[in-house]
C-alpha cells in the first residue's frame, strides 16, 4: 500500500504544479460515434417494465455502448439485447456502495449469471475517507475477481463519487481501482449532491494515464455537455439523455 501512497503524493504535487498532460477522446461530431461511448441509463426506482423495454430499442436503434439498469431488469435486457452490440451493465452496490464486500460480489455474481456484462460497482466511499485503502481495495478486487475469472471480457467500472472527495482522496481512488483490475473509474452515480464536472474528469484522467478508463457521469443532459466532458479526458458517459444528445437537429 505504500506505493500507493507514495505516488498519489506525487501525482498530487504534479496536479498542483499543473502538470496535466493526460488523454483526451477524439469524438467525431456524428450521431453513431457520440452514440457508442454513451451508457443508455435508465437507474430510477420507479422504472417500469416498459421503460426498460423502451430504452432496449433505443439501444438497438442509436447504437449506444450499453443499455445500464438495476440488477433486476438485467435478465429482461439480455434477452431483448441478444445478438447486438450493444452490452448490457448494471450496478453492484448502488447507490451507497456501504454494503458488504460480499454482498458486492453475490450481485455481481447474479448479474453474470443473468446476462450482464459491464458492472459499475459503488466504491466503499466511508472506508477510502476514513483511510482504510485496504479494505477499499479489497472491495473492488472482490467484484473484479468475480467478474473477469468467469467473463475476461466484461467490463468493471468503479464508481468513486467525486462530490464526497477531496484531490487527494480521488487520486487515491483511481490507484486504488487501477491496483484492483477494475476498467473503469466513474465520476458520479448520479444520486449524490452533485454529478460529472470537467475538473474532475481532468484530474481522472490525468492520474488514469493509459492503464485505466474513464467514465462520466451524473447530471450530463446535452450534446455539449457530454461533448465537454469527452474533451476533458471522458472515455464514456453515462446518461439517462442519450437520444436526446445523440439526435441530430
Known sequence: MQHILDEATHLLADWIRGERVGKCVDVEESQRSLAGVIDHTLLKADAVEEDIRRICREGLEYGFASVCVNPV???????????????????????????????????????????????????????????????VLDDIRGVVGTVKSSAPASCVKVIVETCFLDTREKILAVLLAREAGADFVKTSTGFGPEGAVEGDVALLRFVAGDAIRVKASGGIRTRQEALRMLEAGADRIGTSSGVSIVRLA
Not at 458492472?119 to 485503502?133: P, Q
Open 73 to 135: 431488469w438485467v435478465p429482461l435486457c439480455a434477452d431483448l439485447l441478444a445478438g447486438s452490440a450493444v452490452r448490457v451493465c448494471t450496478v453492484i452496490g448502488f447507490p451507497l456502495g456501504a454494503v458488504s464486500p460480499s454482498t458486492k460480489i453475490q450481485q455481481a455474481s447474479r448479474a453474470l449469471e443473468d446476462g450482464a456484462c459491464e458492472f459499475d460497482m459503488v466504491m466503499l466511499i466511508g472506508h477510502l475517507k476514513s483511510g482504510r485503502l485496504e479494505a
